[in-house]
């Protein structure tokens, strides 16, 4: 009996964190989308947005690690290896935020959502790029598959928006770059930063980052606008969503797994799309869904994949040497724990 209730306990947490998140992470979106579009809120400056994110979560995470210590710090970083790993991971972050966000200006939810659906597509060939991964020609075929639905669900996009399609595209090569990144930077010297801790490291350089650009491009604008002076209950709030996803991915992880996760992003994405087209009114078309649904059985193969591959190598555990078996905790989640929180941030 006990060990029903503790299972049973253990299953209606790890809903309630699953459900949290799924809340979060749609509420982020639409916000976002929201904020940017011209048609509604109308404040289409997506660096202002992800610098007025960085800084409130840099903020947060500062007082969780510093002030509260609800999060140890177990690294502190010398500045040496601040400049050569966060600093490059900071700055893809910077772009693939920056540009994520540019998109919601051109193109409507439920079509990022199925663009959305590539990801594993640049994460995979970029990691064979940097021969991080192996060529499996089974896998490739899996990724042309995943590829062909969204061409197809492209194709039946009514509001098909070209420069939107590229920010897209751009913001997903740069965070599967960063992705990729985090293993090889991080990951070979044994570090893993949960969602708080990459926070408080990676934010603040990417509000540096973005600071250029922005006084070069959007500065003047605001200047002269009278959105110079935003909203602080919508960006205050909508700062908090961003910040609250975090700690959601932070508990998800922390009590299931990537995997999971990554699972359930594929649920959050068919809730978007139905939220889309029934609460906002977007058009989404039978083409459109039925090339996302191609590229969602590609997905799931995926992940499917991935499972057997970890169960794997949990089964080869016990068979392992120590530093070894070190060395296959670092890389059993293969580059979704560590980035999960930031892809789903904005």
């Not at 699972?263 to 906002?280: E, H, M, P, R, T």
């Not at 949990?314 to 989640?333: I, S, V, Y």
């Amino acid at each position: 009996m006990a060990l029903s209730e503790g299972v049973l306990k253990k299953v209606v947490l790890s809903f309630t964190y699953l459900t949290i998140w799924l809340f979060l992470s749609c509420s982020v979106i639409v916000y976002n989308k929201y904020i940017m579009d011209r048609k509604l809120y109308n404040w289409p400056f997506p660096i202002s947005l992800t610098m007025i994110h960085m800084a409130f979560c840099s903020t947060l995470a500062y007082l969780l690690v510093r002030v509260f210590k609800v999060v140890e710090d177990t690294y502190s970083m010398p500045r040496d290896l601040y400049l050569n790993t966060v600093v490059p991971i900071g700055a893809l972050y910077a772009l693939s935020l920056w540009l994520y966000n540019s998109a919601y200006i051109y193109l409507s939810v439920s079509f990022i959502q199925m663009l959305k659906a590539l990801t594993p597509v640049a994460v995979y060939s970029i990691a064979v790029v940097f021969k991080k991964d192996p060529l499996n020609t089974g896998i490739m075929v899996n990724m042309l598959s995943i590829s062909l639905g969204v061409a197809v669900a492209a194709y039946g996009e009514v509001k098909f928006h070209t420069w939107g399609v590229i920010l897209q595209l751009l913001g997903l090569t740069f965070e599967a770059t960063r992705l990729v990144m985090i293993e090889i930077l991080l990951g070979s010297k044994g570090i893993k930063l949960n969602p708080i801790l990459s926070l408080y490291y990676i934010a603040p350089c990417c509000f540096v980052f973005l600071s250029l650009p922005w006084m070069i491009l959007e500065y003047p604008l605001l200047r002269e606008a009278s959105s110079f002076r935003p909203d602080f209950v919508i960006f205050g709030t909508n700062a908090l969503c961003a910040f609250g996803l975090n700690l959601a991915v932070f508990l998800v992880v922390g009590k299931t797994s990537a995997l999971t996760l990554n699972v359930a992003g594929v649920v959050k994405d068919w809730l978007l799309i139905a939220f889309s087209w029934s609460v906002i009114k977007d058009t989404v078309t039978a083409v459109n869904l039925v090339g996302y649904l191609l590229a969602f059985l590609g997905v799931v193969y995926y992940n499917h994949y991935k499972l057997k591959v970890l169960k794997a190598a949990e089964a080869q555990k016990n068979e392992l040497p120590a530093d070894e078996e070190a060395g296959r905790l670092l890389l059993e989640t293969e580059y979704e724990g560590t980035g999960k929180n930031s892809e789903t941030q904005d």
